[in-house]
């Protein structure tokens, strides 16, 4: 389980919880309802050699805790060391020693409040014919969680040298004693090319918590228009901070824009009748920048049956992505339902014939 943030807000009027409100963009008290404004500002990229060498953490303003229930780790405010565990709910946290590691610098606010995500997943449920009424009764019933995930974006400017070898086939027909005969013949030549290639906010998820399926699944996210970062978007909601290194999120990076970039190539010199062979690809990554930024999603987990079924939902689009069981009863009844109007049609059918 990696390390998350949980962030409170004191109201300046009642001393109550400040929560963010994505509708409204900005602080409201659940005590007596004062507003506060967030005044956001557009983020900017920086230097790889920064994330290197000098990116900023937050250890000065946050504190790890640990719930002695689970065994969850948490990132808090070091004016508030008292959280709830958010993976099982147990108040048994503990401080320990641990750094909070990186400070994110960009954040992809939340446009969705609880209100309207829930009934965004009750929408989405109720598109679901065949999953099981109680299930569904229970994750409407399921509060949902606002978590931000922490993720790198990567741009840079790719030189490629490549070569391989194209293979051409075409058929033909000749006669042979008379008969026709399909004839293929092969013709191979070499190719030896230079490409270039731009990349632009190249996401890559450096949480374990959340696959980076799953986040396929859930995107996009506007990160090209995120917000600065300020604590008073994540007041109301947790951070779950990076559990993979920075190095190995560009290592990813590199690897998954090396496959794009094979693809393209690929699909640019093949055809029906054309292919290409032994691609080698040498690249020069330059004008390498990132960003490191934190996603907006709901969570919702429902244990069923002796099963697990997470739901996620995009907090800035409210798109969803989860797996659901299926009622075995259902489904029998609407193919049993088919079956007989199948049947009544054909013997209404039959009298008209």
């Avoid at 919702?300 to 995009?314: D, R, S, V």
């Amino acid at each position: 389980m990696s390390k998350s943030t949980e962030v409170n807000q004191k109201c300046k009027n009642c001393g109550g919880e400040m929560i963010f409100n994505p509708s409204k963009n900005g602080l409201v008290c659940v005590g007596c309802g004062s507003f506060e404004p967030v005044d956001g500002a557009m983020t900017t990229e920086k230097s790889f050699e920064t994330l290197i060498n000098n990116a900023p953490t937050w250890q000065k303003d946050t504190a790890v805790i640990r719930c002695e229930h689970c065994g969850a780790k948490s990132v808090v405010s070091k004016s508030d060391l008292v959280a709830k565990c958010d993976y099982c709910g147990a108040a048994t946290m503990v401080k320990t020693d641990e750094l909070p590691g990186l400070r994110p610098d960009t954040i992809v606010p939340f446009d969705w409040n609880r209100t309207d995500a829930c009934q965004q997943v009750n929408n989405w449920l109720s598109k679901r014919l065949f999953v099981p009424s109680d299930f569904k009764q229970q994750l409407r019933e399921r509060q949902l969680n606002g978590i931000y995930y922490p993720a790198f974006t990567f741009d840079a400017h790719v030189i490629t040298r490549f070569s391989g070898v194209l293979v051409q086939t075409s058929t033909s027909t000749i006669v042979v004693d008379g008969k026709q005969t399909v004839q293929t013949q092969t013709f191979r030549r070499g190719i030896n090319n230079v490409d270039t290639h731009t990349f632009d906010d190249f996401l890559v998820v450096a949480n374990e918590d959340i696959t980076p399926k799953v986040m396929a699944h859930l995107q996009p996210f506007d990160t090209n228009h995120g917000q600065a970062f300020k604590q008073s978007y994540l007041a109301g909601f947790t951070v779950c901070q990076s559990s993979i290194e920075a190095k190995e999120c560009w290592r990813e990076a590199k690897k998954l824009m090396e496959a794009v970039i094979r693809n393209k190539i690929k699909a640019k010199y093949t055809n029906g009748n054309t292919t290409i062979e032994n691609l080698q690809l040498d690249l020069s990554f330059s004008n390498i920048t990132y960003k490191y930024v934190l996603l907006p999603v709901y969570v919702g987990h429902i244990e069923y049956h002796g099963n697990k079924y997470p739901l996620y939902m995009n907090g800035q689009t409210g798109k969803i992505y989860g797996k659901t069981p299926k009622s075995f009863w259902k489904i029998l009844l609407t193919c049993a339902g088919l079956g007989l109007a199948a049947f009544g049609f054909g013997i209404v059918l039959a009298m008209f014939l």
